[in-house]
């Protein structure tokens, strides 16, 4: 125990045996249920020999380059008896071998978990350099220079934003009026 004189049974005394100073927010190591100071509380300060209990442990199967969990079985025999299970379990294709690569033409970017990215209109799984719609040939977007020449190369927005100014102004209404009938955009100005 620790403490003070009035208070005795407040804080514990860092287990770590060249410290042993009363701390009195003491944390309880997980691994080895020993009591550490701040300076001492981490896995690598106080050199945990159980640092890695809650760890997740995973093998690569040799033969497809699937990932096994292998957590809870410490000794090799384990580990070879689950690589064991894995191959006669029939998931274990050695055609599966082949690492995916980006299908954007010449990039030649293998796709790991953490540098490849989903588009979210076709649905592609693409390298991070190749993202974007317009960087993929995305087959979902349409494309802008198409889009002007279905409006016949006019800006609909910008007319009506022109027209419903002039109208404001109360000038220039009969030049308003002549230039929505050219286009495709039809105002009726009301006075």
Do not use: W
């Not at 274990?92 to 990039?107: A, E, F, M």
């Not at 002007?148 to 030049?175: H, P, T």
Request: with cysteine; charged share 25%; glycine share 6%.
């Amino acid at each position: 125990m620790g403490g003070t004189e009035a208070f005795p049974e407040l804080g514990s005394h860092c287990q770590q045996s060249d410290c042993n100073q009363l701390d009195f927010l003491p944390f309880n190591c997980d691994g080895c249920q020993k009591v550490f100071c701040s300076e001492h509380r981490s896995y690598k300060s106080h050199e945990c020999p159980k640092a890695d209990h809650n760890s997740r442990k995973v093998i690569v199967c040799e033969i497809c380059s699937a990932a096994i969990e292998t957590t809870g079985k410490d000794s090799e025999a384990d580990v070879k008896s689950v690589l064991e299970e894995h191959e006669k379990s029939g998931d274990c294709d050695p055609s599966k071998k082949r690492k995916p690569k980006c299908p954007v033409k010449r990039c030649k970017q293998v796709l790991t978990f953490s540098n490849n990215s989903t588009c979210k209109v076709c649905q592609l799984k693409v390298c991070l350099a190749h993202r974007f719609p317009a960087d993929h040939a995305c087959k979902g977007r349409v494309e802008t220079s198409s889009a002007g020449a279905i409006n016949g190369g006019r800006n609909n927005g910008f007319l009506k934003a022109l027209v419903a100014r002039m109208s404001k102004k109360g000038c220039g209404a009969e030049d308003a009026s002549a230039f929505s009938s050219n286009s495709s955009v039809h105002v009726k100005l009301v006075k």
